[in-house]
T-cell receptor, first 114, second 115 residues
């Protein structure tokens, strides 16, 4: 299992860029990296996914170095509504027949301050 | 397009009882996974169903079981409830295989409280 490690919490101010790093030292060749956001009393919401280098969408960027042993979620110009728990997920692309389970990191509580 | 729907949203049971939770995936999604979320253990994978067959199973006792119907709707059952089963149970669906390259779409969960 690709165990992940994230900071427990982070604070930021509105308008700043926030970078959350996830460590996954034993990531497998076929593993993808996915980040989710979760608000209280709601299910996690998909943010972004990548395999290597850099991926960008309308809400975030994901940076993955060549060794893929870590990844960084970058949120540009955060607002108060970005206050949430962010989870890093590492898992195989195809799990059919595989005994591997998808592993969620401990999550990072991001608090955006005014 | 409707999202993943879980019912009921809240449930209170007592020790020893059993409970059934329901999940309706996004239309067209064939894979349904269940997770347990608690403050102490975080998000833990229970099991995944695809085309009515359990494909993956997490490290939970046999009291936790599930099934999937031909319309991809899924139910999860917990028998002989224990206080430690109090948690938020989340259901997630995806198009096909339960791989990390196909994002899961989560419901808002069922909050189960055991008295």
């Amino acid at each position: 299992l690709a165990k992940t490690t994230q900071p427990i919490s982070m604070d930021s101010y509105e308008g700043q860029e926030v970078n959350i790093t996830c460590s996954h030292n034993n990531i497998a060749t076929n593993d993808y990296i996915t980040w989710y956001q979760q608000f209280p009393s709601q299910g996690p919401r998909f943010i972004i996914q990548g395999y290597k280098t850099k991926v960008t969408n309308e809400v975030a960027s994901l940076f993955i170095p060549a060794d893929r042993k870590s990844s960084t979620l970058s949120l540009p110009r955060v607002s108060l509504s970005d206050t949430a728990v962010y989870y890093c997920l590492v898992g195989p692309r195809f799990s059919s027949g595989s005994a591997r389970q998808l592993t969620f990191g401990s999550g990072t509580q991001l608090t955006v301050l005014p | 397009k409707a999202g993943v729907t879980q019912t009921p949203r809240y449930l209170i049971k007592t020790r020893g009882q059993q409970v059934t939770l329901s999940c309706s995936p996004i239309s067209g999604h064939r894979s349904v996974s269940w997770y347990q979320q608690t403050p102490g253990q975080g998000l833990q994978f229970l099991f995944e169903y695809f085309s009515e067959t359990q494909r993956n199973k997490g490290n939970f006792p046999g009291r936790f079981s599930g099934r999937q119907f031909s319309n991809s709707r899924s139910e999860m059952n917990v028998s002989t409830l224990e206080l430690g089963d109090s948690a938020l149970y989340l259901c997630a669906s995806s198009l096909g295989s339960q791989g990390a390259d196909q994002p899961q779409h989560f419901g808002d969960g069922t909050r189960l409280s055991i008295l």
